[in-house]
Structure formats: C-alpha cells, structure tokens
C-alpha cells in the first residue's frame, strides 16, 4: 500500500537531525565505501536510512536509485522497512509494498532487498545503484557484499556509495575484520583513526594502501581507464554517543544480561577476541557455599553418553547428572554424578541416581531430534519411574553449543553475578572445564559439563533475555 503524502500537520524532512559526533560525521562522508557503528545503540539503521536519501531532491531525478539490504526478509521488514515509514513519507516518499520500494516526487527510488543465500546476490545481475546499503554487515558475506560493488555505478554523474553498518559478532565477523583491520584491529602494524579516510589500489593479491588521488585500474577494466583509488573508512559509535538509549535503563539491561564476549562486542564495539581461557566463564564469579540450602525444589540435568574405556575409545565423552534449583535471586548448581562406561552402565547410574534423590527431584532427559532420540528418552523415563523417581523429558538443540552457554554466561559472569555451587570434589575438574570452553568446535577436551550446565540452566530460567529493539524517539535519534 502507499503512504499519503505530508500535510501541513505532519513533521517535514528537517524534523530529523543526526546525533551529534559520529553520526553527524559519517553522514557528511563523500567517501565511496564506509562503515559505521560497532557496538549496540549508535543509531546505525537510522544513518543508512538517512544517507540513502542524501540525493533526493538533487536534480538527479530518476537517474538515482538506492538499495538498502538485510540478510533475511524478516529482519528487513522489521527494521528498515518499518522505520522508513516514518522516515520517508516527510521527504514526499510513497511506498509500493509489492515491489518494496519508496518513490520520491522528483522520480528517485529507494529499493529495499535481502540475501539470505549467496546465490541471491544474482537477482541484482544488470541493475544499477547509486547507493548499496548493507545493515547488520557481519551477517552477509564476502561474496555478497563485494558482487554489490559492480552494481554500484552510474552513468549521469550521480556520485556513487557503498554503506555498512554493523556490530561485532555474526557468521561475517572474520571477513568484515579482516576489511577494516586497521581500524579494528589494536594490533595492526599501521593503525588508522576513528573516521580516518584510506585510499587502497587492487593487485593481484588483495590491495594496497595509496595516497589520496592516486590512479588506479580497476579489476575488468582497459588500460587508459584509470580512476582515482577509491577511499574507505570506519566511523565508529557506541551506546554512550546516542543520548536517547543512554538514557534507558531497560535496553542498558538488556546489554548487561548478555554474556562476556558479546557484551563487549555490543557495549564496548571490540573486535577481537580476548586471548587465553575464560572467555565464558570464570570460578571467581560465582559464590561457593558448604552445604544445599533447605526448602529449594532441585531438578537434575542429564547428558548422556555410552561408551566405555577401551583400546579404540582411550577418552571417551562423560555421562552427566547436575542438580540445579533457584536460590532467591540466584541459581545453584549442585552434586555432579559422573560416568564413563557403556549403556548398562549408565542405566544403572540413572536408576540408582533416580531413587537416591527421590520423586522431589526432576530428572531432566534431554531429547535429541529424531524418532530415535524419542525413543530413548522415552526408555530412561520408564526406568526412572520404575526406580521411584520422577522424569522430565526436555527438547535440546544439539547444533550450537556457545549459543546454549552464552545465556548462563550472561546470568554467571559481572555485573549480575547470578550463580552458586554447593562445594564438591567434582568441582575443581568442573571450572577447569568451563573455563576452557572457547564455543562450538574450537578448543580441546571434553565440553559434556558445558552441555548439563547449559541444559539445566536454560530449562531453568529459559532464554537469556534478549537485546531489546531500540525505541525510535518521533524527532530525533
């Protein structure tokens, strides 16, 4: 559907302003290739949103056509399509729904887009764009943002830009890194300056950096077609540079909930990983107590697994039992029961286990996809019955172990401190664990103590609470 044009009553294009410092900068940029953002709240869909509209009411008419991009349909429509509604209609913009496009008085368009497959990238083959957005530019990958770069282009003078904005973190963050080493990257043997404009030249292996004015030749293109080398910089901007989420405590919450890693990626826009053990977790966060407090009703998480010792099999995975209870405003972890042997072994563990801690304590079976990880739980829950207890079958997620950490993460690690243990031998091997968890498929050792741990939490708790949506004030943010 189209949107009706603004009335006299209705906010005009200069009801909007930029933040003041980085956003107010990154919108003055003139640069062909730029990021902005870096850390959570800076205003960064805004900024794309805005700086697609830089030449509209220019005189270029229809001959200037932008294109903003989400990885996925669902992320576009609930972002930048929806905050373009307000944004657009003041500058005269109408909106054609099917074909996800604002049309502006004097014949520009704004196009919005997704990739959620590398192969999607070809549906923009033979367009041209004057301006390509990428919002959230660690979810695209390599291949989709540099194919963008030949749509880029113009015939009539209009200039020509490419936009991202991003966090840290998501399936693009090594490449985007990668990009902008140097201004990401504290360790970079020739360090560039927040909003340091660069010039690099293509060479047959990657670029190289060259002064501003400096012609170049471009990949496909004749000798005789030198341009000047294209520019790049990164704009960077954080919660502290957006006065309005400042100033709400529910989204800085919301940020203080959020494991270690991704807490400093989105509060304090770091890029690299912090070297060594403990990223997840650390043993000095957490409160040890002597003995289990009285009154709590305590579940106990399982992981299974059924191979024993042997010459072929020298240091098979564990089967794990972990109680866990809420303690107040706290969550208690409690008497491990540890295992290495085969089926039978681990059936009488859980049947043993089961009637020691009687029909007052859950036993939580994790159930695996399939028919036969049904088939299973459903077997240790009639054994666990059988030995007068009381079973629980939960659905796990075997996909993304960091992802099942990450909310205990949040819930263990400063400023919420939210985790006891009740003392224990098994403790010691426990946190050397858990503090050598780097995430999924990277460190060694076992991680069966990361998976019981993850599994009682979240059933416990449930999800982490997540990053809330940034509140869009109706004038300025």
Wanted: charged content about 25%.
């Amino acid at each position: 559907m189209s949107l009706p044009r603004p009335t006299s009553k209705e906010p005009g294009p200069d009801d909007w302003k930029p933040l003041p410092g980085p956003q107010t900068r990154f919108l003055s940029l003139i640069t062909f290739e730029a990021m902005y953002g870096g850390a959570a709240g800076g205003g960064k869909s805004d900024a794309l949103l805005v700086d697609a509209t830089r030449y509209i009411g220019k005189g270029y008419g229809a001959n200037y056509k932008g294109l903003l991009l989400r990885r996925t349909f669902p992320d576009l429509e609930k972002s930048l399509i929806d905050r373009s509604r307000d944004l657009y209609p003041r500058l005269g913009g109408t909106y054609r729904e099917d074909k996800r496009v604002w049309r502006f008085p004097g014949g520009e368009k704004i196009f919005f887009g997704y990739m959620e497959a590398d192969r999607d990238r070809l549906q923009y083959q033979g367009a041209a764009f004057q301006f390509v957005g990428f919002d959230e530019l660690t979810h695209f990958s390599r291949v989709q943002y540099l194919y963008l770069f030949s749509r880029c282009r113009s015939s009539k003078g209009v200039p020509c830009r490419i936009r991202g904005a991003t966090n840290p973190g998501g399936p693009g963050h090594q490449w985007v890194f990668e990009r902008w080493a140097a201004w990401l990257d504290p360790k970079h043997p020739d360090p560039a300056g927040p909003g340091e404009v660069r010039y690099f030249a293509p060479r047959d292996e990657g670029e190289e950096r060259v002064p501003r004015g400096t012609m170049v030749l471009l990949p496909g293109d004749k000798p005789g077609k030198e341009v000047p080398a294209p520019g790049r910089v990164f704009v960077p901007a954080k919660l502290d540079d957006n006065p309005y989420l400042l100033a709400d405590p529910t989204y800085r919450a919301g940020l203080a909930m959020l494991d270690p890693v991704t807490r400093a990626q989105l509060r304090g826009g770091v890029w690299t990983k912090r070297e060594g053990k403990k990223l997840y977790f650390d043993r000095a966060w957490v409160e040890i107590i002597d003995a289990m407090p009285p009154g709590l009703r305590w579940s106990r998480a399982w992981d299974f697994a059924a191979t024993a010792p042997s010459a072929e099999a020298t240091d098979p995975d564990w089967t794990r039992g972990l109680m866990v209870a809420r303690w107040g405003s706290k969550v208690i972890f409690a008497d491990m029961k540890s295992l290495r042997d085969g089926p039978g072994g681990v059936e009488d563990l859980l049947a043993t286990t089961a009637g020691g801690d009687g029909p007052a304590v859950d036993q939580l079976l994790p159930q695996d996809p399939g028919s036969a990880g049904k088939s299973l739980a459903a077997h240790y829950q009639r054994l666990i019955t059988s030995a007068g207890g009381s079973a629980k079958v939960i659905l796990v997620s075997r996909k993304n172990k960091l992802t099942r950490f990450k909310p205990f993460s949040g819930f263990a690690s400063p400023p919420n401190q939210g985790v006891a243990y009740v003392r224990g031998s098994w403790l010691d091997a426990y946190f050397d664990e858990l503090e050598a968890f780097e995430g999924e498929d990277e460190g060694e050792g076992h991680d069966d103590q990361v998976d019981v741990t993850s599994d009682g939490f979240n059933h416990l708790v449930g999800p982490a609470a997540r990053l809330p949506r940034q509140p869009h004030a109706p004038r300025r943010i």
